[in-house]
């Protein structure tokens, strides 16, 4: 059974940072790009970040390209996404999800199209 597991979220000022965390199981985690997206009250569901297993690469959002960093521990299956400078604009609930290939671009936005999809983790930013 495929699980994905997004963890670290939390209350946060603006300007500060958070790590979340995405655990995966019950699939070859080197075969998969894993994904990480957020959803705010009354919006859209958004694609921020990308990796690739596979060969590593990465693809952003724009809206985050220069202050979160997506990575990956094989090792221990799992994915973090590394916040900095903090706005209260990314108040949501953040998402990782998991797809054989990586997630179309359109636009340069992140279409939130995956197979799996884990249990969000809310991240609110006071300003």
């Known amino acids: 059974e495929v699980q994905l597991q997004a963890s670290g979220g939390g209350s946060v000022q603006a300007g500060g940072s958070l790590r979340l965390s995405c655990s995966a199981s019950g699939f070859t985690f080197d075969d998969y790009t894993i994904g990480w997206f957020r959803q705010a009250p009354g919006k859209e569901r958004e694609g921020l970040a990308y990796i690739s297993n596979t060969d590593g690469s990465t693809k952003y959002a724009a809206s985050v390209k220069d202050r979160f960093t997506i990575s990956s521990d094989n090792a221990k299956n799992t994915v973090y996404l590394q916040m900095n400078s903090l706005k209260f604009e990314d108040t949501a609930v953040y998402y990782c999800?998991?797809?054989?290939?990586?997630?179309?671009?359109?636009?340069?936005?992140?279409?939130?199209?995956?197979?799996?999809w884990g249990r969000g983790t809310l991240v609110t930013v006071s300003s």
């Open positions: 999800a998991a797809d054989q290939s990586p997630p179309t671009v359109i636009g340069g936005l992140i279409m939130p199209i995956m197979d799996y």
